[in-house]
């Protein structure tokens, strides 16, 4: 457990000087990666321990059917588990809060909360639209 933890405070990973970050159920912020084109959000499990020793109501649930899904570079991962986490994205724009977003937990993979597309539209952000309407204008 990170020192701090015990008094309230938030539990902050080294790398969040991203330009985007999420506090994940109000005690651990980390870098987020806003576009990576998965479906759903991914969730490495070590974040997910350090979270449920703050959050003893966050579970890891099993998955009956698991997905095999496509990760950069093409490699394929199983997802055996999810689990449900309020989040506060943090932008420049300023703070977002969306509750109960089910996550795809990873044993394996990056040190980065990856956020999905089902979140990005519930946030009222496609970027499918936005690249479809992209100006076909030359940039100077």
């Known amino acids: 457990m990170e ?3 015990l008094d309230g ?3 902050k990973e080294d790398d969040t ?3 985007y970050s999420v506090l994940i159920n109000g005690v651990l912020e ?3 990666c806003p576009d990576t084109g ?3 959000s991914i969730v490495p499990v070590n974040f997910v321990k350090t979270i449920q020793e703050r959050c003893k109501d966050v579970k890891i649930l099993p998955i009956t059917n698991p997905p095999v899904v496509k990760a950069a570079g093409r490699k394929r991962l199983t997802c055996t588990s999810m689990v449900f986490l309020d989040l506060q994205i943090r ?3 300023g703070p977002g809060n969306i509750h109960n977003v ?3 937990v990873f044993e394996e993979g990056d040190d980065h909360f990856m956020l999905g597309r089902d979140v990005l ?3 009222g952000i496609n970027i499918k639209s936005i690249w479809n309407n992209w100006p076909t204008q030359a940039l100077n």
């Open 38 to 40: 998965a479906d759903n």
């Open 121 to 123: 539209e519930a946030l």
């Open 17 to 19: 000087s991203d330009e």
């Open 3 to 5: 020192e701090g933890l």
């Open 9 to 11: 405070s938030i539990a």
């Open 102 to 104: 089910k996550c795809y």
């Open 91 to 93: 932008a420049a724009a």
């Open 30 to 32: 980390i870098s987020m």
